[in-house]
């Protein structure tokens, strides 16, 4: 992922599911800065899906091969 607006005070969860519960893979930690940038290592281990729960404000662009 790339943060190109800086979060709030809040997190962001990354979960391998269609909705925001189940296993989570990555957080996001709140107030992260604009040009943030992190990359997990391969594969990711998503068999249901991909959710991002935004709990606060800002901008995440997501990579995915």
């Not at 992260?32 to 404000?57: D, E, H, K, N």
Request: hydrophobic share 45%.
């Amino acid at each position: 992922f790339i943060v190109t607006t800086a979060l709030s005070a809040a997190a962001i969860t990354i979960y391998d599911n269609t909705t925001g519960s189940g296993t989570v893979v990555d957080v996001i930690p709140a107030s992260t800065t604009a040009g943030t940038r992190s990359i997990l290592p391969c594969p990711v281990p998503c068999t249901t899906g991909i959710y991002a729960s935004f709990a606060g404000t800002g901008t995440v662009l997501f990579l995915y091969v």
